[in-house]
């Protein structure tokens, strides 16, 4: 029985070193993110001489619009050529049935204040439903009033999102490319505010920070909106100051048409292609600028199981980007340091399958922990791993309180809200183990699957309702069902801890029921069941 129990609580306290090194390392993030010295076109160049560029800008797109260019800048002599224009961007919306928001993320773009003449739409259209026949009408009636707009139409999907924007590369004639899913909503003052950082030789990619239009929804939403923050801000940003590699996130960006051709173009590979082609085009020298202060709105996904197929692509693409491209991270020229955070973030969706082992070794090291101890297993060891939570407590909360992008009026108000969220967060991370698990398998091991995108419904205020929609899931999976058994199992962990008296997984365990339940029920409830 001794051997057992040893083996049991090897395999939970190799779980938790994992957890609390990546946690630490988070923390390192956040280190960075405070310390305040941004790696941003002002530090590639003399700050002189990037105001005057965004002020030289700036005055170049009104001046193009009126049909002329200004030879003196904000007081300072800036030669600009009479008649230059602003630099030509093709802006691509790959879709695919997407028949409830496509018109309105195509009003957004064709309202972009740019000159007209210096921007082209074209709609990746891979849909097979009534998204077809929107997409032409909208296109015609845009065309008329003098957009230069296109649908492009495939005979075959294939390569899924990144065979669509392959595909759709030797129609665009921009110099720059900027992409949006359909869920997004940019703003007008979109390339005004991300165009001018590519003045800056270096900088193949803009991104810029999501917003969530739908963000007080539901409970739902407020926790992933919680989620995305840390990765918006701390994260990004963290990475940024640290000289550490970026992702573009796959939409609400620009990139540089040569970054993508000198980086390979885009790879259907894997079910991440935004990252995989971010890390090839790190690699080959070009710089992510991502800028914290811009915000592009987004709706988050509002229902249960599109949020999970979401989870499953990001979890699933991370790790087959992780095989593919660690390998070349590490044949790179890149510091130690900087292959070790590489890689970190290569394997972050790694983080939910150690989750999961810990959730499941816990149970049976329960029952064991008496016999433990009276083998001189100290009651406090765990104790040394709460520096891992206190590291993630503190990322969120400067994440979703302190950062100038989250920031709300009412200090005491925030705080409040982040401390009753925040449990529950963890919860529904933990809950989420098995399902992103399988994610992770399946991306190590090689198994191919579709790209399946998540549906969005125009859900923007408690009004609005997904239900009776099309594009809902209309059959329960083994992984909600495994979710369900493993609500009981934890259920059962915690009554058996009452039973002998040992409440020291209690309150994980509680949480981990809760997490697994609550998921498991939405996920039911937000079945197609008409």
């Known amino acids: 029985m001794s051997a057992i129990a040893l083996i049991v609580l090897g395999i939970y306290s190799l779980a938790l070193v994992y957890i609390t090194i990546y946690c630490v390392m988070q923390f390192n993030l956040l280190y960075f993110y405070k310390k305040g010295h941004r790696m941003n076109t002002a530090e590639l160049m003399p700050a002189e001489e990037n105001q005057v560029w965004e002020a030289a800008h700036a005055a170049r797109f009104e001046a193009a619009a009126r049909g002329g260019a200004p030879k003196v800048i904000s007081g300072q002599a800036v030669a600009v050529a009479e008649g230059e224009e602003a630099p030509f961007v093709t802006i691509q919306l790959p879709i695919y049935n997407e028949m409830y928001v496509i018109e309105r993320l195509i009003d957004a773009v064709c309202a972009f204040d740019y000159p007209r003449d210096r921007f082209e739409v074209h709609i990746v259209d891979d849909s097979t439903d009534e998204t077809v026949e929107i997409v032409r009408k909208k296109v015609e009636h845009d ?140 690699l080959r020298g ?140 963890l919860s529904l991370s933990m809950g989420l183990a098995l399902h992103n698990t399988v994610a992770v398998i399946q991306g190590f091991i090689g198994k191919k699957s579709a790209f399946v995108r998540t549906p969005k419904f125009n859900i923007q205020t408690g009004k609005d309702s997904f239900v009776k929609r099309q594009y809902l899931s209309k059959k329960i999976t083994w992984t909600t069902i495994g979710e369900g058994l493993l609500s009981l199992y934890f259920l059962a962990a915690v009554v058996g801890g009452l039973y002998i008296q040992n409440t020291t997984f209690i309150f994980f365990h509680l949480m981990l029921a809760f997490g697994y339940g609550g998921i498991f029920v939405y996920s039911v409830r937000h079945l197609n069941m008409k």
């Open 143 to 282: 065309r008329q009033l003098g957009y230069q707009i296109e649908q492009i139409r495939r005979e075959k999907r294939q390569g899924f999102k990144a065979g669509a924007l392959k595909d759709a590369m030797p129609f665009a004639h921009g110099e720059f490319i900027a992409i949006f899913d359909a869920d997004f909503v940019p703003r007008p003052d979109f390339l005004r505010q991300t165009i001018p950082h590519f003045q800056n030789d270096h900088v193949g990619v803009v991104q810029t920070r999501w917003e969530h239009i739908n963000q007080d929804y539901s409970l739902l939403t407020q926790l992933q909106a919680l989620q995305l923050n840390v990765h918006f801000t701390v994260e990004q940003v963290g990475r940024m100051n640290g000289d550490h590699l970026l992702q573009f996130n796959g939409t609400a960006g620009v990139w540089r048409r040569e970054t993508i051709d000198d980086a390979g173009g885009w790879e259907a590979d894997t079910l991440t292609e935004d990252l995989d082609l971010s890390i090839r085009a790190q």
């Open 286 to 425: 070009w710089k992510i600028f991502f800028l914290e202060n811009i915000g592009s709105p987004a709706e988050l996904p509002a229902e249960m199981n599109s949020f999970k197929s979401q989870q499953f692509r990001w979890m699933k693409g991370g790790a087959e980007t992780a095989r593919k491209m660690l390998p070349s991270v590490w044949n790179s020229d890149l510091s130690f340091n900087h292959k070790i955070f590489a890689t970190l973030h290569l394997l972050s969706s790694s983080i939910f399958m150690v989750v999961f082992i810990a959730g499941i070794s816990s149970v049976p090291l329960l029952f064991v922990l008496g016999e433990l101890y009276e083998m001189g297993f100290s009651k406090h060891f765990f104790a040394y791993f709460l520096a891992g939570l206190l590291s993630i407590i503190s990322i969120y909360y400067v994440a979703n309180i302190q950062s100038p992008a989250n920031q709300e009026k009412q200090l005491d108000k925030a705080v409040m809200k982040f401390i009753l969220r925040f449990p529950l967060f």
